[in-house]
């Protein structure tokens, strides 16, 4: 029992050396935000053989570290999650067109989970404004895929604001673009994810 506490007390001291060394990061400074769920905006637009079109979702959730210490903020995390049958047009039809095309009977999330960040940079002549690509999984429809994301990141008096756009294509993600009126009505397979969060 005694050489089972003295190897704890080793390890533990092992732990605060190699920390002061700088060999184990220390990410007591990294501060955390949640997505405000009554500010900001995320939309989906894309196109059909009709018209143009937008959906904008009206459930959305997340979570992001941050350590804005140094000369580069530091993100050390990023989650971001949309209920699937939150994504409203305005069109009760389109709406069922489009959850039916995303299973959300079984599939009610999109998750973007990031897992690093590729670059960041400052935008010129703007304080506290970066250029971001963040790398992550995007599952929708039950289908995970690498992608990068592009965003502008600012820190503004204790919250962030995270902007951007993504295009992305359904069928990468194995959906059938929705189709209506007995297929006479086609969507189109390229859409784009336009995204103006606020986290505090």
């Keep these: 029992m005694q050489s089972q506490v003295t190897k704890k007390k080793l390890s533990f001291k ?13 990410a007591l400074s990294a501060q955390s935000y949640q997505i405000s769920k009554s500010e900001g905006e995320v939309t989906v637009t894309g196109t059909s053989t009709l018209h143009d079109w937008e959906e904008v979702a009206e459930q959305k959730s997340g979570t992001m570290a941050i350590d804005a210490s140094g000369e580069l903020p530091s993100i050390s995390s990023l989650k971001f999650t949309v ?18 095309a995303l299973n959300t009977g079984k599939y009610k999330e999109i998750v973007f989970q990031m897992d690093a960040v590729k670059s960041i940079s400052p935008v010129v002549s703007t304080n506290n404004k970066y250029k971001v690509m963040a790398t992550g999984k995007l599952t929708i429809a039950g289908k995970t895929n690498t992608v990068d994301l592009p965003f502008e990141l600012t820190l503004n008096n204790g919250k962030v604001l995270l902007n951007g756009k993504k295009p992305l294509k359904m069928t990468d993600f194995g959906i059938e ?4 009126l007995l297929g006479t009505i086609k969507t189109g397979d390229e ?8 986290w505090q």
């Excluded at 209920?83 to 039916?100: C, F, H, P, V």
């Design 191 to 198: 859409i784009e994810v336009h995204y103006k969060t606020v």
């Design 14 to 26: 092992a732990v605060i050396l190699l920390m002061a060394l700088g060999l184990i990061p220390i």
């Design 83 to 100: 209920m699937a049958e939150s994504l409203k047009s305005g069109k009760d039809a389109m709406d069922k067109n489009t959850y039916k």
């Design 177 to 180: 673009p929705p189709k209506a």
